[in-house]
T-cell receptor, first 112, second 112 residues
Framework: GEQVEQRPPHLSVREGDSAIIICTYT??????FSWYKQEAGAGLQLLMSVLSNVDRKEEQGLTVLLNKKDKRLSLNLTAAHPGDSAVYFC???????????FGKGTHLHVLP | EAAVTQSPRNKVAVTGGKVTLSCNQTNNHNNMYWYRQDTGHGLRLIHYSYGAGSTEKGDIPDGYKASRPSQENFSLILELATPSQTSVYFC???????????FGSGTRLLVI
């Protein structure tokens, strides 16, 4: 079945720097991709989603890139600030699947 | 505002006791999910449901039951709680075909 690898597990950046998180997946039938943010003591919050026919999507300082050839999904936080400190998860699903596969998460720490 | 509400937020249970975790959603989503989150394991799917009256086993269903009496409500039941079930449990709702889930805030369960 589908497997998702997320890296790095921990990431520290300075305020104003960019932070990049990468997920790789195995199933070429994967059709839908999402990124979530989890702040301390809270549930996961959906940040952004893309369909498989989208290569790049930008919203509010976040950029999602999808490379279907390499089966790689990335999240780029441009100009990170301390409020971005959280755990980030990628999530992928096939078009008609009821189940979503989550990455294991990246702990992002933005230093002031 | 559409939401997923979990109760209780915190629970202490004794080994061998029965525990019921409740989840209510106002998103009118067909699918609901129960996950547990543990350090080093990420999110693991316990049970899910396609709609009222249906429950399906996820990846780690042993020791857990689920109940979906209505579109809005999905419960997770630990008939005989064990210390290994100490964890943070998240409920989520979503529709098939994508990975846009709405998560609850979680229930922190301690089994002593």
């Amino acid at each position: 079945g589908e497997q998702v690898e997320q890296r790095p597990p921990h990431l520290s950046v300075r305020e104003g720097d960019s932070a990049i998180i990468i997920c790789t997946y195995t199933d070429s039938a994967t059709a839908y991709f999402s990124w979530y943010k989890q702040e301390a003591g809270a549930g996961l919050q959906l940040l952004m989603s893309v369909l498989s026919n989208v290569d790049r999507k930008e919203e509010q300082g976040l950029t999602v890139l999808l490379n279907k050839k390499d089966k790689r999904l990335s999240l780029n936080l441009t100009a990170a600030h301390p409020g971005d400190s959280a755990v980030y998860f990628c999530a992928v699903s096939e078009g008609n699947a009821y189940k979503v596969i989550f990455g294991k998460g990246t702990h992002l720490h933005v230093l002031p | 505002e559409a939401a997923v509400t979990q109760s209780p937020r915190n629970k202490v249970a004794v080994t061998g006791g029965k525990v019921t975790l409740s989840c209510n959603q106002t998103n009118n989503h067909n699918n609901m999910y129960w996950y547990r989150q543990d350090t080093g394991h990420g999110l693991r799917l316990i049970h899910y449901s396609y709609g009222a009256g249906s429950t399906e086993k996820g990846d780690i269903p042993d020791g857990y039951k689920a109940s979906r009496p209505s579109q809005e409500n999905f419960s997770l039941i630990l008939e005989l709680a064990t210390p290994s079930q100490t964890s943070v449990y998240f409920c989520a709702s979503g529709d098939e075909g994508n990975s846009d889930y709405t998560f609850g805030s979680g229930t922190r369960l301690l089994v002593i």
